[in-house]
Each structure stands twice: as structure tokens, then as C-alpha cells.
């Protein structure tokens, strides 16, 4: 079954400190992988994606992801946290045969600290 | 329109009602999903809508549960003799036929079963 993980439902990390959100992927073929961030009472925004090449993507609010095929993963990163980094973050892989649809990790939690 | 539209954003039922959920897409783009967030939970597949293709149906929880997508563009998610399990937040999404574009979230409609 074609599936994403998120093995942490909650980051906690100080202020200025970096961070990492891991996510891990099981899929057929090469996939397609997203990042989402939820703020409170928000839909989901859209924060970086791989489709090809490099394996490091940067993306919004100084977020970047590295792509590693062999570890099927793909976490999100950040140098320096801040206080307005909490929100919930959501690692999603598309599909690409059959339907075209996305699926959701679980989510995590991060929480930055002051 | 600018972004994915939800309506109404909250909306209240007594069990056993039927409701209506809409969604309007972001003008243009052919595909359109429906997805459930339960309190605390990921993102939930429901539904998939791609141009003039049969939808792929496959994460509607039970046979009370249907959508719509009329003319290519707006959807209604209608859930039929509401539960208090249904009580969730329903997110729409959509994006354009490229496969390696990211889909844009619409706001989301909160659903209490009361």
C-alpha cells in the first residue's frame, strides 16, 4: 500500500535553533513529494515541493527538504527557528499512475519555543 | 476566483439531517479533491474529480456520503442522515492537469453533529 509517515506527532525545538520534520514515504516509482504547513483555523498552505533534479528544494518562510531516495525520505528543515514557525506540518506524495491523487501523512506538531 | 472557496465555514446540523458542503476551484484547474480532518487527525482522503473522468471514489467513508462536480468547476459534498462521527472539518482542494503542480486548500468547513 502506497503510504507517508511521520513518525513524530509533535517537534518541540527553541528559537533560533534548527529543525527538522521527518517524513518517510512508501510508493511505486519515482514519486512526486509536497510539504503543507497548517496554521490554527487554516486550510493547508502549500510550502515546497520535488518533482526532479536537486535533491534539496527551498521553499517558503525559509523552509527547504531534502530528497533522499534511498532512505525514501523527505524531511523539512529549517536553519533558525522562530516563534511563528508552530503550526502543523504535512508531508504529502501524489500519485502517479492510476488516480493522481495526494496522500497525507498524519501530520506534526511543531512547536518553537521563545 | 483568487483561491479555492468553501461554504458556509461553520456549519451546525442536528443528527439525522442531511447537509451540503460546497466548493468552488480555483478557475481553470480540472481537478478538485475532497479530503477530511478529523480533531486532532490527518488529512483523510475522500474523493477525486479530474476533467470529465469518473472520480475515484474510493475514500467515501459509507454509502451516506456523495459528491458532485457540475460543469467541470464547482462541487458539493453532500452527507446524508449526519452522525456525530461526521463532525470534522471538510477541506476542498484543487489544482491544474499537470501532474507535478501542487494542489491549493480551500479554508475548510467545520461540521458539528450535534
Known amino acids: 500500500a502506497q503510504s507517508v509517515a511521520q513518525p513524530e506527532d509533535q517537534v518541540n525545538v527553541a528559537e533560533g535553533n534548527p529543525l527538522t520534520v521527518k517524513c518517510t514515504y512508501s510508493?511505486?516509482?519515482?514519486?512526486?513529494l509536497f510539504w503543507y504547513v497548517q496554521y490554527p483555523n487554516r486550510g493547508l498552505q502549500f510550502l515546497l515541493k520535488y518533482i526532479t533534479g536537486d535533491n534539496l528544494v527551498k521553499g517558503s518562510y525559509g523552509f527547504e527538504a531534502e530528497f533522499n531516495k534511498s532512505q525514501t525520505s523527505f524531511h523539512l528543515k529549517k536553519p533558525s527557528a522562530l516563534v511563528s514557525d508552530s503550526a502543523l506540518y504535512f508531508c504529502?506524495?501524489?500519485?502517479?499512475?492510476?488516480?493522481?491523487?495526494?496522500?497525507f501523512g498524519t501530520g506534526t506538531r511543531l512547536k518553537v519555543l521563545a | 476566483g483568487a483561491g479555492v472557496s468553501q461554504s458556509p465555514s461553520n456549519k451546525v446540523t442536528e443528527k439525522g439531517k442531511d447537509v451540503e458542503l460546497r466548493c468552488d476551484p480555483i478557475?481553470?484547474?480540472?481537478?478538485l479533491y475532497w479530503y477530511r480532518q478529523s480533531l486532532g487527525q490527518g488529512l483523510e482522503f475522500l474523493i477525486y474529480?479530474?476533467?470529465?473522468?469518473?472520480?475515484?471514489k474510493s475514500g467515501l467513508p459509507s454509502d451516506r456520503f456523495s459528491a458532485e462536480r457540475t460543469g467541470g468547476s464547482v462541487s458539493t459534498l453532500t452527507i446524508q442522515r449526519t452522525q456525530q462521527e461526521d463532525s470534522a472539518v471538510y477541506l476542498c482542494?484543487?489544482?491544474?492537469?499537470?501532474?507535478?503542480?501542487?494542489?491549493?486548500f480551500g479554508q475548510g468547513t467545520r461540521l458539528t453533529v450535534v
Open positions: 510508493v511505486s516509482g519515482n514519486p512526486y
Open positions: 482542494a484543487s489544482s491544474s492537469i499537470q501532474i507535478n503542480t501542487e494542489a491549493f
Open positions: 504529502a506524495v501524489r500519485l502517479l499512475s492510476g488516480t493522481y491523487k495526494y496522500i
Open positions: 474529480f479530474q476533467g470529465n473522468s469518473a472520480p475515484d
Open positions: 478557475s481553470g484547474h480540472t481537478a
